[in-house]
């Protein structure tokens, strides 16, 4: 079992930009697609961006031009820009990867994003 811990979530204002974090354990992250969901409240979870082991990207529409998701697999990380955010951002943000049939999951962080 793959453990994720996210980090870097926080409040900021409208326009501002905030960097997540997550750092996942084991040695064989390489090989992992790694994304970033998120769940606002009474909403369903969505995938906001995925990165995969060729690093290859993808992106919301909602968020293209905005974030950026990128990897480190010296470090075992995957990472999240978020810039020019807006209220509609505000969300638990959650950290997945998956490789072949399964997946895990980190425990989310809180981002918000005041007008």
């Known amino acids: 079992q793959v453990q994720l811990v996210e980090s870097g979530g926080g409040l900021v204002q409208s326009g501002g930009s905030l960097r997540l974090s997550c750092a996942a354990s084991g040695s064989t992250f390489s090989i992992y697609t790694m994304g970033w969901y998120r769940q606002a409240p009474g909403k369903r979870r969505e995938l906001v961006a995925s990165i995969t082991s060729d690093g290859s990207t993808n992106y919301a529409d909602s968020v293209k031009g905005r974030f950026t998701i990128s990897r480190d697999n010296a470090k075992n990380t995957v990472y999240l820009q978020m810039n020019s955010l807006k209220s509609e951002d505000t969300a638990v943000y959650y950290c997945?990867?998956?490789?072949?049939?399964?997946?895990?999951w980190g425990q989310g962080t809180q981002v918000t994003v005041s007008s």
């Open positions: 997945k990867s998956s490789y072949a049939t399964w997946s895990s």
